[in-house]
């Protein structure tokens, strides 16, 4: 139902705008990026792209900012919010919300060096949002492999899909309070690596400094994290449970030893993902703020 030319005459200069909002965004911090891809994908994962991330919480309504994986985490809001009052001012009342964090996504993996794709058009903005939905959807870092593969395959992805949109955290940022237990707890984890890490993540305090998910190349949208998680320097215990002797390994394997694979699997993952139950039709509305429903 969605489709790539949804805005060539409402708005013809929809995806240009958002390409170089995102691109100027992205010169003045490579990390905002990485969040905003993250941004499509909590939103997604959580009944569908709908913009549903992307609504404050009030004084009688609660939405899913302040769910435990999103809260103090997720960011690129002003990102969105500047894009949108950009197409408001060209095209009212056209251009969804789920549209530009969708769209933002795929150029942010472009502007990094990722393969591009195409964006289908014509999502709607939901007019609710569900704090427990995300509590519930979104993979928590500490899950295991079988952990990982099921909270993907409720959302219909394979196990390998899951692998090749892992590879996401080859770009981008984590908090000491999500990797502590791995550096403290874990022996599957490279020593000089762990040891390194410990410096700004000590054993109490410092939650929320911060360490690149690819200590390698961490602005890159390359398969440096395959081949970390080949010699045990995955940051979150989630990343290294693709690694850890079980089924996920040889797919590591194949994205380690070819980038284009990687590349080109995740393209097409992130399209699977941004088709997840969109409003389209009269379902849903138009925001005119992303914050608020109209
Ligand atoms: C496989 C299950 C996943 C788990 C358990 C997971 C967990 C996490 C955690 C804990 C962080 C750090 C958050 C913080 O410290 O504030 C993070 C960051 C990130 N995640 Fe994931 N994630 C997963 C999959 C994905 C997917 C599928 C994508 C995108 C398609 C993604 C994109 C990112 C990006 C780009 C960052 C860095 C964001 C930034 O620097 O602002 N992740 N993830």
Redesign the pocket.
Known sequence: QLSGTFYSSSCPSALSTIKSAVSSAVSSEA?MG??L??L??HDCFVNGCDGSILLDDTANFTGEKNAAPNA??V?GFDVIDTIKSQLESKCPGVVSCADIVAVAARDSVVALGGSSWTVLLGRRDSTTASQSAANANI???T?SLSG?IS??SNKGFTAKE?VA??G??T?????C??FRARLYNENNINATFATSLKASCPSSGGDNNLSP?DTTSPTSFDNAYFKNLQIQKGL?H?DQQLFSGGSTDAQVNAYSGNAATFKTDFANA?VK?GNLSPLTGSNGQIRKNCRRVN
Request: charge should be positive; glycine fraction near 2%; hydrophobic fraction near 50%.
């Open positions: 990390r990485a969040s891809l993250r499509h994908f103090n985490s960011r993979p928590a870092p899950l990982l909270a993907f899951m949109l892992s996401s955290h770009i981008g940022q984590a908090r309070t999500v998910l979150l989630s992130m993902m």
